[in-house]
C-alpha cells in the first residue's frame, strides 16, 4: 500500500485529518473569540461657543481658572475716570462723630450757593407766598431745601419784614436745620429791637445767632455762638442796589481787619429782578471753619434776603435802617 495514499493508516493507528485541515484558515475560527470591533467614540456635549471673554461670567473667590479680561476699546473712545457730575444732590459724605447730624455735608466745601424758585402766583399778583430754596454746592449739586413756614395773614401783613421759621432738610427729607426770626425792627430809630436769627441744628439744639448791630449807613451783623460770643463780622455796602451786577458783603474777622467770606447777592437777569423777588446768594467761607458757623451763615444769607431784597414789586415796605 502506497504510505502517500490517504486514509492510510501506519502501525494499527486510525488515520487522522491532514494537518493543517484544508477548510480552515488562520486563525481557526472556532479556536479563537472573535474579531471585536473597537466601541464607536462617544459624542461628547461640549457647552455651546462663548465670545472671549464671556460676559456674564464672573470669577468667585476662590474659583480655578482666570477672572475674566475687559473687552478692548477702541483709541479715543474709553470711558474716562469716573468723576462728579453736576446736578442731582450731593453724594452722602462719611459721618462725623463731633458733628451735628445733617451737617457734615458742609466739612467738605467752601462754597454755597442758594436759589430762590420762582412763585408764579406771587409774580403775576403780588401775592405774597411761602418761599423756597434750593442750597447747592460750587458744582451745582443741591445739599438742601430750605422752605419757609409762615401763615399767610403774617405774610401779608408784615410783608418782608414777618417773622418766620425755616426748615431745611437734606436729601433724605430729614430736617437738618431750623431757622427762627422773631418780629424785630430793622431801624436805626430802635437800636434796642432789632433783628436776629436764631439757628438751630438738629431742630433744638441751638448751634449760632445772627444779630444785627446798630448802624446808621452801613448795615452791619455779628455772628454768635450758642453761647452769644462772637465769632465774625458781616459788613454790607451803603446802597443795597447795583444793576447789572453783586451786591457784596464782606465777612470780617471778629476783631474786623481780615476778610475771610463773603455773602453776594447775584444779579439773576434784568427781567426776573423787575419782575420777581426771587434771588441767587453765593457763601464763601473757610474750608476749615466750623460747621455751626457754617449754617450761621447760611442763616445769615437768608435774613439778609429777607430785610433787603424781599420788597414786594411796585410796593417797598421795607426800612433798610
Known amino acids: 500500500m502506497d504510505p502517500s495514499a490517504p486514509n492510510s493508516s501506519y502501525q494499527g493507528q486510525p488515520p487522522g ?4 485541515p484544508a477548510q480552515q484558515g488562520y486563525p481557526p475560527q472556532a479556536g479563537y473569540p472573535p474579531t471585536q470591533a473597537y466601541p464607536a467614540p462617544q ?12 460676559n456674564t461670567q464672573v470669577q468667585q473667590p476662590g474659583g480655578y481658572g482666570y477672572a475674566p479680561l475687559q473687552q478692548p476699546q477702541q483709541y479715543g473712545t474709553g470711558v474716562p475716570p469716573v468723576a462728579v457730575q453736576p446736578g442731582g444732590w450731593m453724594p452722602i459724605p462719611v459721618v462725623q462723630s463731633d458733628c451735628p447730624p445733617g451737617l457734615e455735608y458742609l466739612t ?22 411761602n418761599n423756597k ?15 419757609e413756614d409762615t401763615d399767610c395773614c403774617t405774610r401779608q401783613i408784615c410783608g418782608p419784614s414777618r417773622p418766620f421759621d425755616i426748615q431745611i432738610l437734606d ?13 424785630r425792627c430793622s431801624s436805626c430809630c430802635f437800636p434796642c429791637c432789632l433783628q436776629e436769627l436764631e439757628v438751630q441744628s438738629p431742630p433744638g439744639n441751638v448751634v449760632g445767632y445772627v444779630a444785627q448791630k446798630w448802624s446808621i449807613f452801613y448795615p452791619r451783623f455779628e455772628i454768635l455762638t450758642a453761647t452769644r460770643e462772637p465769632m465774625l463780622l458781616i459788613e454790607g455796602p451803603f446802597c443795597q442796589c447795583n444793576m447789572c451786577g453783586d451786591v457784596e458783603y464782606k465777612v470780617l474777622s471778629n476783631d474786623g481787619v481780615t476778610e475771610v467770606g463773603k455773602i453776594s447777592k447775584q444779579w439773576s437777569g ?6 420777581t423777588d426771587a434771588d441767587n446768594f453765593g457763601i464763601t467761607f473757610p474750608m476749615d471753619l466750623d460747621v455751626k458757623m457754617k449754617a450761621t451763615m447760611l442763616g445769615a444769607a437768608f435774613l439778609i434776603d429777607f430785610m433787603f431784597f424781599e420788597e414786594t414789586q411796585g410796593r417797598d415796605d421795607n426800612t433798610h435802617y
Open 171 to 183: 436729601n433724605m427729607q430729614r430736617e437738618v436745620i431750623h431757622l427762627t426770626r422773631p418780629l
Open 270 to 275: 434784568l427781567i426776573k429782578e423787575a419782575f
Open 133 to 147: 430754596y434750593k442750597v447747592q454746592n460750587s458744582l451745582g449739586q443741591q445739599i438742601y431745601f430750605a422752605a
Open 17 to 20: 485529518p491532514p494537518y493543517p
Open 108 to 129: 467738605q466745601i467752601d462754597q454755597l450757593l442758594i436759589k430762590q424758585q420762582v412763585e408764579l402766583l406771587e409774580a403775576f399778583t403780588s401775592f405774597e407766598t
Open 43 to 54: 459624542q461628547q456635549q461640549y457647552p455651546p461657543q462663548q465670545p472671549y471673554p464671556p
